[in-house]
């Protein structure tokens, strides 16, 4: 009869736990839309003001102000706004004319599978570049390693993104310079488009990865557990794959969460060298042309994004690792 005692008291403090962790990221968004929404009011610049332009007479200009609903104070115009995020209503942009909510699920159709394709490149380099080099130190796997990483990481994306057009599509004409055709034009020109960007965010990340692989993995590898293993006789690849690596995940995995969040909201400058319409690119616009309601939407999406990233960090920390279950 221990047994279940047991069970139901662990999956109890389980779910004290997530209720918790939610609440608090419940929270952390209510505060991050106030602090935008108050931000963004504050910038120079009137939107009424830049659609009818200078010559509008103020009647027409006050008018349109009470249209948009300008005129209102600060604090019911976030209680309306933050009520139509909740219901799903992201309000209409003054720009486009169109509602936000269709521009940002457009445009996040460029920006997610770039990110995507982003990360899993830079994963698939650094970690086994990573861990190869924590494993055999000295050696020349090392070496180039800690060259890759440095390079890689003082290297812009923008500019690693200008040299792959200059290389893969000024000269050997190989892969299309900027644009993308949309999904409809067949997945293989879609997915071309997007190499050339995903490698340009692909490499400073894969930089930044490789070493927090190799500090991770070489930190593990001085574990009890590594050395019982070796000991066993398991061979050292055996060792490096089974044991060693699944246990250096958690600060693998912090990092990986914390660049796939970049990578959506960081692709301004690869997305505007490539000529991507993605949502980057849709933010830099909306910011151009004072689209107040397209910025807010926007900026509390990627704000959101990291929140809600980290979240699943931390519960990926407790899938992983069953003894931080017992310290949080």
Same mark, same amino acid.
Request: proline fraction near 5%.
């Given at each position: ?16 736990? /997530? ?10 968004? =209510? ?5 935008? *929404?108050?931000?963004?009011? $504050?910038?120079?610049? %009137? ?20 249209d948009?609903?300008? %005129?209102?104070? /600060? ?36 920006? $997610?599978?770039?990110? #995507?394709?982003?990360?899993v ?5 650094? =970690?086994? @570049?990573?861990? @190869? ?33 200059? =290389? ?7 892969? +299309? ?9 067949? /997945? ?24 927090v692989?190799?500090?991770?993995? $070489? ?5 009890? *557990? ?7 006789? #398991? ?15 958690? +600060?693998? $995995? ?29 933010? #830099?616009q909306? =910011? ?12 509390? *999406?990627?704000?959101a ?7 699943i960090?931390?519960l990926?920390?407790?899938?992983? %690792? ?7």
């Amino acid at each position: 009869m221990g047994w279940p005692s047991h069970h139901s008291g662990s999956v109890a403090h389980m779910i004290a736990l /997530l209720a918790r962790r939610f609440a608090g990221l419940l929270l952390t968004l =209510l505060i991050v839309s106030l602090l935008i *929404f108050t931000v963004m009011d $504050l910038l120079p610049g %009137d939107p009424a003001s830049i659609m009818l332009g200078t010559s509008a007479s103020p009647e027409t200009l006050a008018a349109l102000r009470h249209d948009l609903g300008l %005129d209102q104070p /600060l604090i019911l115009r976030y209680g309306q706004w933050l009520t139509g995020v909740f219901s799903g209503d992201l309000g209409q942009s003054y720009t486009y004319g169109v509602p936000v909510a269709a521009l940002i699920v457009e445009r996040l159709a460029v920006t $997610l599978p770039l990110a #995507l394709m982003a990360i899993v490149l830079s994963v698939a380099i650094a =970690l086994p @570049l990573g861990a @190869l080099a924590a494993a055999r130190r000295g050696g020349i796997l090392a070496v180039i390693a800690t060259v890759f990483s440095q390079v890689s990481i003082a290297v812009p994306g923008f500019w690693v993104g200008l040299l792959l057009i200059i =290389l893969f599509s000024t000269t050997l004409g190989l892969m +299309p310079a900027g644009g993308f055709p949309g999904w409809r034009a067949g /997945l293989l020109p879609a997915l071309q488009a997007l190499v050339m960007p995903a490698i340009a965010l692909a490499m400073p990340q894969a930089g930044v990865l490789t070493r927090v692989a190799r500090s991770a993995v $070489l930190e593990t590898m001085h574990e009890d *557990f590594a050395r019982t293993a070796v000991a066993k006789g #398991l061979s050292r690849s055996a060792v490096l794959w089974r044991h060693v690596v699944p246990n250096a995940l958690i +600060p693998i $995995l912090t990092v990986i969460g914390l660049q796939f969040t970049f990578l959506i909201a960081g692709a301004v400058l690869v997305e505007n060298v490539f000529n991507l319409p993605g949502l980057g690119r849709l933010a #830099l616009q909306a =910011l151009a042309q004072r689209d107040i309601i397209v910025m807010q939407d926007v900026v509390l *999406f990627f704000a959101a994004l990291v929140i809600v990233m980290n979240f699943i960090v931390d519960l990926s920390y407790l899938a992983i %690792d069953p003894r931080m279950r017992k310290t949080v």
